[in-house]
């Protein structure tokens, strides 16, 4: 008796979600969605509050900001916020509707139904039913989402001169993006229930060696063989910029491979730049409307400019950054590197991954966590993973999320200061200023928003930083 005793406790103590009511556990996950989504709609409306009421531009912006470009920055920020407000409530909705529905029953039903009559079923179905789920809720996803795309990009970007894209080209690319995105799920997810399966009590420590290399071959093809499916890449041309760039890469001995130019303005007038690659592969990617005008005609042909004068007659031209002002931004973004940003990012990313993980093989076999989701008389591994990575995780994704947003600024700070360092200070702060015009950055943020949401430190607070340093 004392033997079966404590065999009952061992038990009981590995599921703490045993002695809740599947009721008490739906009511908490939809209670704290509903919180958090709350939370978010109060520290937007500070922010919206923010661009209602600073019409002019401050004082300690006047120099480096006029009254027309403040006044365009206010009402895309003002038109982006109250869009986003919408889109929010309607994903919150929908959501809702989802969960009280038992959604994600239901559209297991359907890849059961689908899987038997495809003739997959049997004791083996679970990968192939799974499969069939995840293309029935990203189907579901792309759907409903779609509206609000098109209408972010066709009437949002549009109306303040951002967006490039054709009705065609959008549609391409949207079935593009769903396309490359099955095909690389499917194989990683049935990778993933399989070792759930097989890998018994401590299956989390495989599917977490499996997480690190499915990430780092992910990171190693994406940029030679999935980017290029979506933009074109063009090496950039023998030059003053790109001595420069070579240059300040051999002064801090970061091991440049390649240097590529992105079609960016295909899409946007949006621009960034941004480094990848392991070990002594490391390549530079620029946006061409990062580039002023005279250097992205190196790269087009005399057809590419005559297209482009005609269709932005009305469009919005990006002014674009000079020579030192290119450099000292990639100082910034080498900054990163010398300073181990990425790998502490990624060390950190993967320490998430595995508790996460491991919260799951806890919970893994928990009854009540799958009936709360209208799972009575199975538990498959798609669906208990979804239900602990996103919502029982929730309240603690948010916390580091946030914390997460606290280090990135951190982070940020400290790569001004590397480009300081370098002696770039100068051309960093004006490259700042233009890439926060061009992009119509509105400068000016509610302390509470900002903390919450900026993984950037605002524009004011990067320039105060880099006049320090100087």
């Not at 900001?65 to 409530?89: H, N, P, W």
């Not at 592969?281 to 946006?287: D, E, G, S």
């Not at 093989?361 to 798609?382: R, T, W």
């Not at 940020?412 to 360092?421: G, I, N, P, R, T």
Request: negative net charge.
């Amino acid at each position: 008796m004392e033997e079966a005793e404590n065999t009952v406790t061992q038990d009981d103590s590995r599921d703490i979600l045993a002695h809740l009511h599947p009721d008490s556990i739906f009511m908490g996950v939809l209670a704290f969605m509903w919180v958090e989504f709350l939370w978010e709609c109060y520290i937007g409306s500070r922010q919206r509050s923010v661009y209602h009421t600073v019409t002019t531009v401050p004082p300690e912006l006047s120099s480096f900001l006029d009254t027309d470009t403040f006044t365009k920055a206010r009402l895309y920020a003002l038109e982006k916020s109250m869009f986003g407000s919408v889109q929010g409530l309607f994903s919150q909705i929908i959501s809702t509707v989802l969960l009280w529905c038992l959604g994600y029953k239901v559209f297991w039903s359907w890849g059961e139904v689908t899987a038997h009559s495809l003739g997959l079923g049997g004791t083996d179905s679970e990968i192939p039913i799974s499969l069939l789920f995840t293309f029935y809720m990203s189907m579901f996803s792309t759907l409903t989402n779609l509206p609000f795309s098109v209408y972010s990009t066709f009437v949002v970007e549009e109306r303040h001169g951002f967006n490039k894209q054709t009705p065609g080209f959008f549609a391409v690319d949207q079935i593009k993006k769903f396309v490359v995105s099955q095909i690389i799920q499917t194989p990683i997810l049935a990778g993933v229930i399989k070792i759930v399966l097989w890998g018994g009590d401590y299956f989390f420590v495989y599917l977490w060696m499996f997480a690190v290399l499915m990430t780092l071959f992910l990171m190693t093809i994406y940029p030679d063989l999935i980017a290029p499916l979506f933009d074109k890449y063009t090496p950039m041309p023998e030059g003053q910029l790109k001595t420069e760039i070579e240059t300040l890469a051999a002064s801090i001995s970061f091991p440049l491979y390649k240097l590529y130019v992105v079609e960016g303005s295909k899409r946007s007038s949006h621009s960034n730049a941004y480094f990848y690659g392991f070990f002594k592969f490391k390549r530079i990617v620029l946006f061409d409307t990062l580039l002023e005008e005279s250097e992205r005609k190196k790269l087009k042909t005399e057809e590419d400019i005559n297209k482009e004068e005609k269709v932005e007659t009305e469009a919005k031209k990006a002014i674009g950054c000079n020579n030192r002002e290119i450099v000292a931004v990639l100082g910034h973004e080498l900054g990163h590197w010398s300073l181990n940003h990425v790998l502490k990012n990624i060390i950190i990313g993967q320490v998430q991954i595995f508790l996460m993980f491991a919260l799951f093989a806890y919970l893994s076999k928990s009854s009540p966590l799958y009936q709360a989701f209208g799972f009575h008389d199975s538990q498959p591994v798609l669906i208990g993973l979804m239900i602990v990575l996103q919502y029982i995780t929730a309240p603690y994704s948010a916390l580091i999320g946030f914390l997460m947003s606290v280090l990135s600024r951190t982070f940020e700070f400290q790569a001004d200061q590397f480009a300081a360092k370098l002696g770039h200070a100068e051309d960093l702060m004006s490259a700042l200023v233009k890439l926060n015009n061009d992009n119509l950055g509105f400068p000016v943020y509610d302390w509470l928003y900002s903390a919450w949401h900026h993984s950037h430190p605002p524009l004011l607070q990067r320039i105060e930083a880099l006049k320090k340093s100087q």
